[in-house]
């Protein structure tokens, strides 16, 4: 009978050995470097005081600059969570013409981010008698075919422009456009020249 009793108190000591473990091991983790409730969130993001839209659940943050920012060596302003960190270089010039990717790391969890920075277009729209041209940032060119029976000696622009931008010829100016004709577009005192071609379908 003693036998018993001894191997019975044996058994319920391990057990409430392994229950004082666990319980030490669990108030450890919430008091030391397992906590859970950090999180590695980024809360602003801005370039040049734009600040961008970020959706936390998909980690993409989109930056839209005024026409004429450069963005081949902008410092970010980046705002994260308490006590998290990330391998950006926020003190440092970086290039975003590309899509940027970046990790926030707080305690045990982490959120990986992916910027996307555009620059916007000085000429939003160009239509002519209600249809619209197609425009080129990068070949500085403006297209648009009309109908056959057009008269392109009298043509008038309606010219829509991002903020803080002008352009010459002015929006509905009467405009011969028998020969393409060159737009200067002006913004912060710099002025950068497109062409506009205007034609009717070839017979």
Do not use: H
């Not at 790391?105 to 939003?124: A, E, H, M, Q």
């Amino acid at each position: 009978m003693k036998k018993l009793i001894d191997k019975t108190w044996a058994k319920v000591s391990i057990l409430l050995a392994l229950i004082v473990m666990i319980s030490a091991c669990t108030d450890s983790f919430e008091k030391g470097g397992f906590d859970v409730n950090s999180s590695p969130n980024t809360n602003l993001f801005s370039i040049n005081g734009v600040t961008g839209t970020i959706d936390q659940k998909t980690g993409i943050i989109n930056v839209t600059m005024p026409y004429g920012s450069d963005i081949t060596a902008a410092i970010p302003q980046v705002t994260l969570e308490e006590g998290a960190t990330s391998n950006l270089a926020i003190n440092t010039a970086i290039n975003f013409t590309n899509p940027l990717k970046y990790r926030g790391v707080n305690g045990n969890l982490f959120k990986d981010y992916t910027v996307n920075v555009v620059v916007l277009s000085p000429i939003t729209s160009f239509t002519i008698n209600g249809l619209a041209a197609v425009i080129n940032d990068a070949n500085k060119t403006i297209s648009l075919t009309l109908p056959d029976d057009t008269n392109l000696t009298a043509l008038k622009p309606v010219i829509v422009l991002t903020q803080g931008v002008t352009i010459a010829p002015a929006s509905g100016a009467t405009i011969d456009f028998t020969n393409p004709v060159t737009f200067v577009v002006t913004s912060g005192g710099k002025n950068v020249n497109y062409k506009a071609t205007v034609a009717v379908p070839v017979k």
